[in-house]
């Protein structure tokens, strides 16, 4: 049988039911709790399990969050709230820029960003990317992407010490909102959820303790392409599902393929079912418009994100396990 897309085909309405069913289990008779805090992002895989919560428990019982701040795109909010109102679930705006602020979020990212560009500084945006699949690149190793005040693009090497910085000022972001959402899921005695599809679950596209913490994470078996499917079952407004993925992290606009991921979703998640079901690099790169020597580098970045990105999934490790907790 010739691979195609066709293999993530899904039965949406059945696939709804399923997770609706696994969720109000997971959530009333393993956590006990009453319902589930959505933090709403204006992306895809947020919407999708806001809707799915919404099926579960019933709108009243979901309380989504708004979390905006200075480098979130102008669109976010108003597609978020879309998103709230859609599925009627009760929504808090908490706008976490003074917050990052305090803690030196950006202080501490534009110090980084100046290691590379002396004179970065106000009216200045950027993005840090990769080369990708399409580039051929021996190394995937990061650039950062400078716009000046008068609309000069620049492009620089990143070095690994203000890499680091830059990641690890950002990830103030993903933190700061979960703790928020464990506030009104403590508040509100409901499960924190978690929102990442099968792509990013399995290459480590999270921040440990920050969008990577979750009581329930009801889409990770899902590839992208499938949550997409799932939305429009869903019922998710269109002007979302026609939105590129993005990460929303920096003050350039910025695709996730350009940041983390090898490829577009599309191409990505042929790659990826392919490498974990065994098929030939020649048979996804004629399914997914590529080269055969494309498919076989992004089989090598699979297997090299799973390798450094496997920590994120450990929980904490200890000397002595207590067994009687396991009873």
Known sequence: MTFSANVLALDTKNEV???VTALKKQVGQV???RGAVIAISGGIDSSVVAGLCARAFGPTRCHALLMPERDSS???LALSRSVADAFGIPHTLEEISATLDAIGCYQRRDEAVRQVVPDYGPGFKFKIVLPGAKAGADYNVYSIVVERPDGTIERHRLPLEPYLQIV???NFKQRIRKT?????ADKLHYVCTGTPNRLEYDQGFFVKNGDGAADVKPIAHLYKTQVYALAKEL???EAVRGRPPTTDTYSLAQGQDEF???LPYPQMDLCLYGKNNGVAPADV???ADLTTEQVEWVYGDIDKKRATTRYLHERPLLVDKPLELDR
């Open 168 to 170: 690890a000022a950002t």
């Open 260 to 262: 983390y991921f090898a």
């Open 31 to 33: 956590l006990k709790r």
């Open 235 to 237: 019922g998710v407004p």
């Open 180 to 184: 928020l959402e464990y506030y009104w």
């Open 17 to 19: 039911e399923r997770i």
């Open 74 to 76: 102008e669109s976010t």
């Open 285 to 287: 790169a004629a399914a």
